[in-house]
């Protein structure tokens, strides 16, 4: 899968205009070159053989870790990933713990009490919540909680001054919080249904009839059984949250891979955006096969490559 | 004894109903159909029509609603704050946002459901031909499907736009490349369990064209969640078409759209004095789009009885 993927890329990679060259080489260095070293460098990197050679080449140097170089700023293309990625963990990571405890805790609510006023005004905000635009609600929760009540700061990850965690966090609740809640509405209708499906089953009625209080029914028969689906959404939820990740970094200038995509597709610098791309395709494969383990180890009934 | 007076019961009761059909109180309660009269019933799937079909018909007559054009520039009234001559203000270089949104509204609503067609056409196409045929071919497009929907949406999205160019064709180019994979799934999946029924069995032995057989007989049986599908997705292409257009990458500046209007709000001295360029946008935005997906919630509810509580 993977392989089929870097085959795509660098066909995309090798439509696009431009030298290649210009990529494969610290642009400094190449300025000073002349017309020959040029040609003989090409030659070095295989640039005139068939394009199936070429590709390989060119995969071969990608698992050597030899992304080449992005033609805007010169610098290595891993330099900027191993700068960046950190901070779109730090992210990702904060808000997919976020929707996934809130989402499924007012699914679950919802799903106990059917029917009831709560559980209609829940469903319809999970509607309105999917409906809002993700960097519309972003830039709301700025103009309000920065730049009304100066809260918490516009945008950025960090201050020159703050060097301590502490510190930080203030700049990572609001655009941690923005991308959490904007998920939260997918989470809490998954949730939701599962729950629903689970009160339905034979063995809930069992516990219900020994007697067992209410509570002990729903949290531990009932949400610990429905939560499977729940992780297992999580692994559909990563390109949403990556997407959404471009977005609201570029509203709250939060340098991560995201941003620094948003900017590799605005100023062409077409190198750059396919390895981003490739990292961010790498990155859900490995959540996805990471959540299908996952999902065998919590319930007996998925076996892994049955 | 007792079977004559089942009878004269039975009796009784036929002649009631022979007495309702004639007089017509019968066919009054089930006239229109069952479906609709659900979908009826749905509250929010009502409100959401109303809402959609306001904005839409407000984007559609926006000549006769407002007599400013969307492109007009006017020096003399720059930054203007919503007044009865400018319903929703001006912006920096006096264009009348009322206007902006009403004629950005029709570009986007033209992107978003574009896009959401063009990707049901192929998605239906190859997803139905593909179920129906299996073998190598079905294989195949299963794979070449799983290899687009690997790709998070939004980055191969903007991969395409860096290396096409940015225009309002080729965003629904892009849209469409990107997303038929999710209706090719939902496709196949419903001609997949259509094919074992016995009218396809019989209609194979008639000796019918499989093209005939796949598009003609067992495609509207499988229509109704195409349909909500395109419904969702029409919402999810708007919604796509301004996140782009906000960060700068969707339609070329010039050409109003809803996520061009909203772009004015990524300068941070805009965002805290200029309210009306974004605010207003951003609601129109979100409420068409909530119109959208109640409706498309609506219309799965009524007609696929799995998708109920």
């Given at each position: 899968?993977?392989l ?19 990529y ?54 891993i330099?900027?990933m ?22 499924s ?6 799903a ?6 709560g559980?209609?005004?829940?469903t ?18 700025i ?22 965690f ?12 923005v991308?959490?809640?904007s ?5 809490m ?27 002990r ?33 570029t ?6 891979i ?7 597709v ?8 396919m ?14 096969t ?12 998925v076996?892994?490559?049955? | ?48 029509g109303?809402?959609?079909?306001l904005i839409l ?12 054009s ?46 959401a ?34 790709i ?15 225009s ?49 007989h ?37 050409i109003?759209?809803w ?15 200029n ?22 919630d ?6 696929d ?5």
């Amino acid at each position: 899968m993977l392989l089929i993927i870097t085959f795509i890329i660098y066909w995309l990679l090798d439509l696009t205009p431009g030298d290649p060259i210009s990529y494969l080489m610290d642009p400094e260095a190449l300025a000073r070159l002349s017309e020959s070293q040029v040609a003989a460098l090409r030659a070095q990197y295989g640039l005139d053989d068939p394009f199936f050679i070429r590709y390989f080449k060119w995969l071969g140097r990608l698992l050597q870790g030899d992304f080449g170089f992005s033609s805007a700023s010169g610098v290595p293309v891993i330099q900027i990933m191993a700068e960046r990625l950190p901070a779109t963990l730090e992210l990702a990571v904060a808000a997919l713990c976020i929707s996934t405890i809130l989402g499924s805790v007012l699914g679950v609510l919802g799903a106990i009490n059917k029917g009831s006023i709560g559980d209609n005004v829940l469903t319809v905000a999970g509607m309105i919540g999917v409906s809002i635009p993700q960097f519309f609600f972003g830039v709301c929760a700025i103009l309000i909680f920065a730049l009304h009540l100066e809260w918490l700061p516009v945008g950025g990850r960090t201050d020159p001054e703050v060097v301590n965690f502490v510190g930080r966090i203030k700049y990572m609740i609001m655009p941690a919080l923005v991308l959490g809640i904007s998920m939260t509405a997918g989470v809490m209708r998954y949730a939701r249904s599962s729950m629903l499906d689970t009160m339905n089953k034979d063995y809930i009625k069992t516990a219900r009839s020994k007697g067992l209080p209410e509570w002990r029914v729903n949290l531990v028969h009932g949400f610990r059984v429905s939560l499977t689906p729940v992780i297992v959404l999580v692994g559909f939820r990563l390109p949403t949250l990556i997407a959404g990740s471009v977005v609201i970094e570029t509203v709250f200038q939060w340098p991560g891979i995201g941003s620094a995509f948003n900017s590799a597709v605005r100023s062409q610098n077409y190198n750059l955006v396919m390895m981003l791309a490739l990292l961010f395709v790498f990155m859900t494969l490995f959540a996805s096969t990471l959540v299908d383990i996952l999902t065998a180890a919590l319930d007996p009934r998925v076996k892994l490559n049955g | 004894m007792s079977t004559s007076s089942k009878n004269a019961r039975l009796n009784r009761k036929f002649d009631q109903i022979r007495r309702m059909e004639e007089s017509g109180e019968l066919k009054k309660k089930k006239s229109g159909n069952r479906a609709l009269r659900k979908l009826l019933n749905n509250r929010l799937a009502i409100i959401g029509g109303v809402i959609f079909l306001l904005i839409l018909l407000a984007c559609i007559a926006a000549p006769l609603l407002t007599s400013y054009s969307p492109k007009a520039v006017d020096m003399k009234s720059i930054l203007k704050a919503p007044s009865s001559a400018h319903l929703f203000g001006t912006d920096k270089i006096g264009r009348d946002v009322f206007a902006r949104v009403l004629y950005g509204g029709r570009m986007s609503i033209a992107i978003g459901f574009g896009s959401a067609l063009g990707c049901a056409a192929i998605g239906v196409l190859l997803g139905c031909y593909s179920a129906y045929r299996g073998g190598w071919f079905d294989s195949l497009m299963v794979r070449i499907s799983e290899v687009f929907m690997s790709i998070p949406q939004l980055i191969l999205v903007m991969m395409l736009v860096a290396i096409l160019g940015q225009s309002a064709k080729n965003i629904v180019i892009i849209f469409v490349i990107c997303g038929w994979g999710s209706c090719f799934r939902m496709a196949r999946s419903q001609v997949l369990s259509i094919r074992e029924e016995e009218y396809v069995q019989s209609l194979k032995v008639f000796g019918l064209n499989p093209f005939v057989i796949c598009y003609k007989h067992i495609l509207p049986n499988a229509l109704s969640p195409i349909i909500v599908n395109v419904t969702l997705s029409t919402a999810m292409f708007i919604l796509e078409e301004a996140a782009l257009s906000f960060l700068g990458l969707g339609v070329p500046m010039e050409i109003p759209t809803w996520g061009n209007i909203l772009n004015a709000a990524q300068d941070m001295y805009t965002l805290q004095n200029n309210w009306w360029m974004w605010l207003p946008t951003g609601i129109v935005v979100s409420l068409f789009v909530m119109s959208i997906n109640f409706m498309g919630d609506g219309i799965r509810d009524t007609t696929d009885p799995t998708q109920q509580g």
